[in-house]
């Protein structure tokens, strides 16, 4: 479920800055910490994503794929047909990742979907705020 929050105060936003790695899979069973996502976006108070203040500073919203046997990527979080998508590029060519939950709490597993249609489970590390958050428009 998409949620508008509260969290505007003084006309800020509550941007995060949140930490994705691999959790545990068979082919990882320990996770791993070097395939990892990094997100820049507004959470609401119980972690879901901010739709309406990620709508007003899209430019805001980025995505950083830390993989260790891949260069990094980097790009932008937008939202499709009610699905979180993490469009990153390299070198002219570009990779969607889609994120199937819209609730992100430390300590949590997520789905990651890639290119590959593969689903990849990711733990919520760490949420942190951001402390230059943009000015909501």
């Known amino acids: 479920m998409l949620h508008s929050s509260d969290m505007y105060q003084g006309g800020r936003v509550s941007?995060?800055?949140v930490r994705l790695e691999l959790a545990r899979s068979p082919e990882f069973p320990r996770g791993s910490a070097s395939r990892a996502f990094l997100l820049r976006l507004p959470l609401c108070?119980?972690?879901?994503i901010d739709a309406a203040a990620l709508?007003?500073?899209v430019n805001q919203a980025i995505v950083r794929r830390f993989w260790a046997s891949d260069a990094?990527?980097?790009g932008k979080i937008s939202?499709?047909?009610?699905?979180w998508l993490l469009i990153c590029s390299r070198a002219g060519a570009s990779s969607t990742f889609v994120m199937q939950n819209d609730r992100l709490v430390v300590d949590q597993n997520i789905t990651i979907v890639g290119p590959d249609a593969v689903a990849l489970p990711f733990r919520v590390v760490s949420i942190e705020p951001i402390s230059a958050s943009p000015v909501a428009s």
């Open 15 to 17: 941007w995060k800055s």
């Open 45 to 48: 108070g119980d972690g879901s």
């Open 55 to 57: 709508d007003k500073n």
């Open 72 to 74: 990094d990527q980097a």
């Open 79 to 83: 939202r499709l047909d009610g699905e």
